[in-house]
C-alpha cells in the first residue's frame, strides 16, 4: 500500500506564503503600508482575501514578517561585505565596503529591504517595537565600527558619534528616493556618499 508523502502539502504551504510575502513586500514597498489593503494584497495573488488568513493572522504579522527579513538581508550583505576584508583594513575601507552593502541590500535585493526602511514610520508602535530588536542590532554594527575608530584617532573626538550614524545612514537610504539604474553604478554612489563624510567637501 503507498503512502502520500507528508512533505508535498507542507511545500505547497511554504510556497504560498512566500507568495503571499512576495507580493506584500512589492506592494507595500511601492504603496505604503498604509496605502495597502490585505484585499489589494490577496487581489495581485488572485486570491480571496479570506485566504491570506489562513497563513498570517493579521497585516500587522505580515508586515513583522517582511520587515525581519528586509533586515537581516541588509545585515547579512554588509557584513559579507566588511568581513571579506583583510583584517588590517583601514577605517575607511570599512566603512566604504559597509556603506556599498547597505546600498546593495537596498537597490538591488528587491522590496523586502527597501519595505522595512520605507514604511517603518507609517507601521503600528507593536510591530516598530517588535522590529526595533533587528535596527538595533544592525545599528550597534555601525556603533561598534564608529567607536573603534575614533578610539584609534581615526575620527576626531569631538565627532558626536551618535549623530554622524544617523547621517550616515540617513543618507544612504534616501538613496531609495532618487536612484535609477543606468547613472553612477552602486559601490560609485557609495564611494562618493562616504567621501563627502571621510574627506569633506571644503576646498584647498
Do not use: C
Request: glycine share 8%; net charge neutral.
Amino acid at each position: 500500500m503507498s503512502t502520500i508523502p507528508a512533505a508535498a502539502p507542507k511545500n505547497k504551504v511554504k510556497k504560498t506564503r512566500e507568495r503571499i510575502l512576495d507580493a506584500s513586500a512589492a506592494l507595500f514597498s511601492k504603496q505604503g503600508y498604509n496605502g495597502t489593503a490585505l484585499r489589494d494584497i490577496a487581489k495581485s495573488l488572485d486570491m480571496k482575501a479570506g485566504s491570506l488568513y489562513y497563513h498570517f493572522d493579521s497585516k500587522e504579522q505580515l508586515v513583522l514578517e517582511i520587515l525581519k527579513i528586509g533586515l537581516e538581508n541588509i545585515i547579512n550583505t554588509v557584513l559579507a561585505r566588511v568581513n571579506a576584508l583583510p583584517e588590517d583594513a583601514s577605517t575607511q575601507e570599512v566603512l566604504m565596503e559597509a556603506a556599498k552593502g547597505h546600498l546593495t541590500a537596498l537597490l538591488e535585493k528587491g522590496d523586502y529591504t527597501s519595505t522595512s526602511i520605507r514604511n517603518y514610520g507609517q507601521m503600528p508602535t507593536a510591530v516598530q517595537e517588535e522590529g526595533r530588536v533587528g535596527r538595533d542590532r544592525y545599528e550597534n554594527i555601525w556603533r561598534k565600527w564608529l567607536v573603534a575608530a575614533q578610539e584609534k584617532g581615526d575620527i576626531k573626538a569631538d565627532v558626536d558619534l551618535k549623530i554622524l550614524r544617523l547621517s550616515l545612514l540617513g543618507s544612504l537610504n534616501r538613496t531609495l528616493a532618487w536612484y535609477s539604474p543606468g547613472g553612477k553604478t552602486i559601490d560609485e554612489i557609495a564611494e562618493i556618499q562616504i567621501g563627502f563624510f571621510w574627506d569633506g567637501i571644503k576646498g584647498s
